[in-house]
């Protein structure tokens, strides 16, 4: 059994396999946005297909780079709709707790 798995694994343990791990960049960022996309659109659900899933990564992408107030007022802007002061709140609480978050990182 030993050496069906390191049979297995050698390919994966040749010099050139293993300094393309050596890299600088942090995979964090990725990471991150996997999880926001994943919180509006799970694994194990289907919203419809392809369109529902580009605009739920389409979101979580908005309010990574806006933050969740400025982005949901923008979408509400385009949509001439008015925000009620519970859900701004809401949102101010989010970027708050965004804010610290990062600030403790």
Same mark, same amino acid.
């Given at each position: 059994?030993?050496?069906?798995? @390191?049979?297995?694994v050698?390919?994966? !343990? ?11 960049? +942090? @995979?964090?960022?990725?990471?991150? $946005?996997?999880?926001? %996309?994943?919180? &509006?659109?799970?694994?194990i659900k289907? &919203?419809s297909?392809t369109l +529902?899933?580009? @605009?739920?990564v389409g979101?979580?992408?908005? %309010?990574?780079?806006l933050?969740?107030l400025?982005f949901w007022?923008?979408? &509400? ?5 008015e $925000?009620?002061s %519970? &859900?701004q709140?809401? !949102? ?6 965004? +804010?610290k978050k990062?600030?403790?990182?």
């Amino acid at each position: 059994m030993y050496g069906q798995i @390191t049979a297995a694994v050698a390919p994966y !343990l040749a010099s050139d396999k293993l300094k393309m791990l050596m890299h600088n960049w +942090s @995979t964090q960022l990725n990471e991150a $946005m996997n999880n926001s %996309v994943a919180a &509006f659109a799970p694994k194990i659900k289907n &919203f419809s297909g392809t369109l +529902s899933l580009k @605009t739920q990564v389409g979101i979580a992408a908005g %309010v990574l780079a806006l933050g969740y107030l400025d982005f949901w007022t923008q979408i &509400f802007d385009k949509l001439g709709l008015e $925000m009620d002061s %519970v &859900f701004q709140s809401a !949102l101010t609480a989010r970027d708050k707790n965004r +804010s610290k978050k990062r600030t403790r990182q």
